[in-house]
Structure formats: C-alpha cells, structure tokens
C-alpha cells in the first residue's frame, strides 16, 4: 500500500510539473517514428491487471501490426496512461472498459469508453478545465483531465469527450505525419519502442 501511494504521490506530482513546463511553454514534442502497436503492447497488461483486480472487463481493440506512426512516445503514454487509469478509477465492477485504436497514413484515433459507476452529468465543456466539478457533492477532475487536453494540443491533436447515459467516451485524433511537426520537433530514436 505504501509503494501504491508513493506511485500516486510521484505521477501526480510529475503531472503538476508537466502542467507548469506546457504554462511556461518549454515542453518540446520529441516526435519520433515508432511503433503504436509495440509501445501498447508493453503498456496495457498493467491496466488489464488493474481492471481485473476491480472486477472490470477490459477490451482492446488494436490491429496487431508493425506500422510505424509519427508519435511523441512519452506524451501518447502518459495520456493514455491518465484516460486509462480515470476508467478503472470511475468504472463499477462488473463495468466494461473499451480502448480502440486505429491509424491511417493521416491519423491515429484513440477512444477510451467506460461506465461510469455513479450517475454523473459531466460538463463535457469543462471536464478538461483544473479541477473542475459539477456539482459541490461530486468529485472534481483534479488535472488529469486538463494535462491530457494539453499534451493532445501540443501533439497537434484534438480530444473531446461525449456522454451518454452512464457511459462516457473521450476521442482522440492525432496527426500521424511527419510533415505535421517541426523539424526541431523530430527526433532521431529508435524507430521501435521494444
């Protein structure tokens, strides 16, 4: 429980750094051409172990295979990590958690759907606003929310979010270009993420 806290206290303090440096405008995109597909593969077990641990299915829809898209790899996981870890947080168990993936030459869309275990209106206008809450006896969104609409920006992306009933969907579109950065915005990494 210690260590669980600890990861806790260090994400959300790596949050509220990564919020001050996109305030003072020095996070730089490091847009490298790697392999959606390798990156998540590495990532999602712990949030499928996390999911099953609450009694939540977890669906990935991702077609297995070796394209390399145009991707900041550190930013593309810590937003999918924030959207990941808000569904386990906000699904009831017995609820279904669905990320699909797909990518083009042009884009790569990313959807994170999940059931809300209490019945929220959520502001989807403001859900990506600090701390936002709708009504005083409901939890707030803390930053996760704002870091993640932030760091789609900086990526050149859009994010919205869409509510229905009990489910709540947030869609992601990112460019999947090299000709969508700047030059000073690539770099030359491996093109793998194994």
Do not use: C
């Amino acid at each position: 429980m210690i260590d669980r806290n600890t990861d806790r206290l260090l994400s959300l303090v790596d949050q509220l750094l990564d919020l001050s440096r996109l305030d003072a405008g020095s996070l730089q995109l490091k847009i490298t051409e790697t392999s959606v597909y390798t990156l998540l593969k590495a990532n999602i077990p712990a949030y499928e172990y996390a999911a099953k641990q609450k009694g939540i299915e977890f669906n990935v829809n991702l077609a297995e295979n070796d394209k390399l898209g145009w991707i900041d790899p550190d930013i593309f996981q810590k937003v999918l990590s924030n959207l990941l870890s808000n569904a386990i947080k906000y699904t009831k168990s017995g609820g279904t958690i669905v990320l699909s993936i797909t990518e083009n030459p042009k884009n790569i869309q990313i959807k994170v759907q999940n059931q809300i275990a209490e019945p929220h209106h959520f502001n989807t206008e403001k859900i990506f606003d600090r701390f936002y809450r709708g009504t005083e006896t409901e939890p707030g969104t803390g930053i996760g929310l704002a870091l993640v609409k932030e760091l789609v920006e900086l990526h050149r992306g859009s994010i919205k979010a869409i509510q229905q009933s009990n489910e709540l969907s947030f869609d992601i579109l990112l460019p999947n270009r090299k000709e969508a950065y700047g030059k000073d915005e690539i770099v030359n990494e491996p093109k793998s993420s194994s």
